[in-house]
């Protein structure tokens, strides 16, 4: 069986063309103003100050096998927050799924997503989609056995 050929070569024929500049890679996405312009028209102020002082606000975020790292979403929303001098309770979820985590890793994504607003979170939690005892059966109750979620 003949393989196939490198797409490089593939490619020559169509004499392909690099069009640019292009912007270097860490600001091809200004993610901290589109999250922040995106929060800002999607009534997340209003939750906020309707929820009050020290309500409680669970941040979900992807575990470390998953991209992109979700700083930049905190900091809006944390800056957010703080303009309209509100510090609700902060609890952190990180979805897991069926990843596993040592510990140390497990410290080092916190550590790397929470940065100096650690102090700020009162509750920090992963999920654990094979824990038996965190999950709890939804749907239709023929269909109890076979689908969980978690408890939290």
Same mark, same amino acid.
């Given at each position: 069986?003949?393989? &196939?050929? %490198?797409?490089?070569?593939?490619?020559? %024929?169509?004499?392909?063309?690099?069009? $640019?500049?292009?912007l270097? @890679?860490?600001?091809?996405?200004?993610a901290r103003?589109? !999250?922040a312009?995106s929060? @800002?028209?999607? =009534?997340?102020a209003?939750?906020?100050?309707? @929820?009050?002082e020290d309500a409680?606000?669970t941040?979900v !975020?992807?575990d %470390?096998?998953r991209?992109?790292?979700?700083r930049?979403?905190?900091? @809006?929303?944390? =800056?957010?927050?703080d303009r309209?001098?509100?510090?609700?309770?902060?609890?952190?979820l990180?979805?897991? $799924?069926?990843?596993?985590f040592?510990?140390? &890793?497990?410290r080092?994504h916190?550590e790397?997503?929470? $940065?100096?607003?650690?102090a700020?979170?009162?509750?920090?939690?992963?999920?654990?989609?094979?824990?038996?005892?965190d999950?709890?059966? !939804? =749907?239709w109750p023929?269909a109890?056995s076979?689908?969980?979620?978690?408890?939290e």
């Amino acid at each position: 069986m003949p393989s &196939e050929p %490198p797409w490089e070569d593939l490619l020559a %024929p169509l004499e392909p063309a690099t069009v $640019g500049p292009f912007l270097p @890679a860490r600001e091809r996405f200004p993610a901290r103003e589109t !999250i922040a312009s995106s929060l @800002a028209s999607s =009534g997340l102020a209003a939750f906020l100050r309707d @929820a009050g002082e020290d309500a409680p606000l669970t941040l979900v !975020i992807n575990d %470390p096998q998953r991209p992109p790292a979700p700083r930049p979403a905190l900091e @809006a929303i944390l =800056g957010m927050a703080d303009r309209l001098r509100l510090r609700p309770r902060l609890r952190l979820l990180v979805a897991t $799924g069926s990843h596993r985590f040592t510990a140390e &890793e497990r410290r080092r994504h916190e550590e790397a997503f929470l $940065g100096p607003w650690s102090a700020r979170f009162v509750e920090r939690a992963w999920h654990d989609a094979r824990s038996e005892a965190d999950l709890a059966p !939804i =749907g239709w109750p023929s269909a109890a056995s076979s689908r969980t979620t978690s408890r939290e």
